[in-house]
């Protein structure tokens, strides 16, 4: 795998875990004042690019993990919608909500194949 597509695969897992850190921060009004999401996602985006660096092939036990984690807190706290506009406050405001969550989406159903392939066909084919 190349280092562009797997820095992009690592930045998208930095990205679900700024989420679930959000979704956490927000749970708190006294903290939610005090760090911006944007700082929060930029941070986490950037630890996942340093992090892909470092690797030379994806970790699919991470990206599932980080999206379980992501889906659970929502549910848990009934705060679907609050991922798009996390993700929107992330100097996308020019974006509305609908096109957001369509990227949003099919980016993390592309991951999902991907990874999807990686484990089960590629397995099959040894």
């Known amino acids: 795998m190349n280092k562009l597509s797997l820095a992009c695969f690592y930045a998208f897992c930095g990205l679900l875990l700024a989420i679930c850190i959000s979704l956490i921060i927000s749970m708190n009004v006294w903290l939610e004042m005090r760090i911006h999401e944007r700082l929060v996602i930029g941070v986490c985006v950037g630890l996942g690019i340093l992090f892909s660096l470092f690797k030379r092939k994806t970790s699919p036990a991470l990206f599932f993990v980080l999206q379980s984690l ?20 992330f100097y996308l405001s020019g974006i509305s ?16 194949g991907i990874v999807f392939f990686q484990i089960f066909v590629k397995k099959a084919k040894l």
């Open 70 to 89: 992501m889906f659970l807190l929502c549910f848990w706290f009934s705060k679907m919608d609050l991922i798009y506009y996390i993700i929107r406050n």
């Open 97 to 112: 909500i609908f096109t957001i969550k369509i990227v949003f989406l099919s980016i993390l159903t592309f991951f999902n």
